[in-house]
């Protein structure tokens, strides 16, 4: 929806879609981390009493490994700022941008993964 109202946003994201982030693997992200992508922002459905997934629990799943990718990030060495899980509906097209360019700012101050280059 964002893509259709031509809403603009940082050219650095790069999508990756998958079928639900309950099926989200946190060896994905230690492995993409590792080889030096500087960050991972999750875009999932939104749950509580208006849950949208069509997937029944995918993205609470998701949130409860996102508790665990902290430990991921440790034996790392990386900043926990480097992933974030952000809810999202059909709806809430208008604030991709924001949520986008708000991560890339973050990663910005960050600076780049120390991965980067091995």
């Given amino acids: 929806m964002a893509g259709i109202a031509r809403l603009s946003y940082t050219p650095w994201v790069r999508f990756i879609p998958v079928r639900c982030l309950g099926s989200l ?3 994905w992200m230690a492995d993409a981390l590792s080889k030096g992508i500087d960050g ?7 749950h509580g009493d208006d849950y949208q997934c069509h997937f029944i ?3 609470e799943l998701a949130n409860i490994r ?3 990718i902290q430990e991921t990030l440790n034996r790392l060495v990386l900043e926990s700022d480097r992933v974030r899980l952000e809810q999202v ?4 097209y208008r604030r991709i941008p924001e ?9 910005q101050e960050l600076g780049p993964n120390p991965y980067k280059g091995y």
């Fill in 25 to 27: 693997n946190l060896i």
């Fill in 40 to 46: 991972i922002l999750l875009l999932g459905c939104k």
């Fill in 57 to 59: 629990k995918g993205s």
């Fill in 66 to 68: 996102m508790t665990k």
């Fill in 89 to 92: 509906s059909i709806t809430d």
């Fill in 99 to 107: 949520i986008l360019n708000g991560f890339a700012e973050r990663l």
